[in-house]
């Protein structure tokens, strides 16, 4: 078991499962740059953890692990969610402050 996780051969498996579960969701009609950007953020970590795990040299990890934040933004600027996220909160707290 040791020698799974040292080998990085633990993360290889996750990833591989996440692939099969990517190409299962866009067969099932999602459309694919959405169910990509979904998944990305935690690719990225994964391939972090990868790099920690057989010991590369730290800019590799410090990379795959900046780029989550910007994809993940990307993605739920795609989503719509990143539209008024101060107007969405003052709304909720003007309209729990009536009840």
Excluded: C, Y
Excluded at 76 to 88: E, F, N
């Amino acid at each position: 078991m040791n020698a799974l996780f040292a080998s990085g051969h633990a993360v290889d498996i996750v990833l591989a499962v996440m692939g099969i579960e990517i190409a299962a969701l866009i067969a099932a009609k999602r459309p694919a740059i959405t169910t990509i950007l979904a998944f990305a953020p935690g690719i990225l970590i994964l391939l972090g953890l990868r790099a920690a795990l057989v010991g590369e040299m730290w800019p590799w990890i410090a990379a795959a692990l900046a780029a989550t934040f910007p994809v993940h933004l990307l993605e739920l600027h795609r989503r719509g969610l990143m539209s008024a996220p101060v107007a969405s909160i003052t709304t909720l707290a003007s309209t729990s402050d009536k009840q």
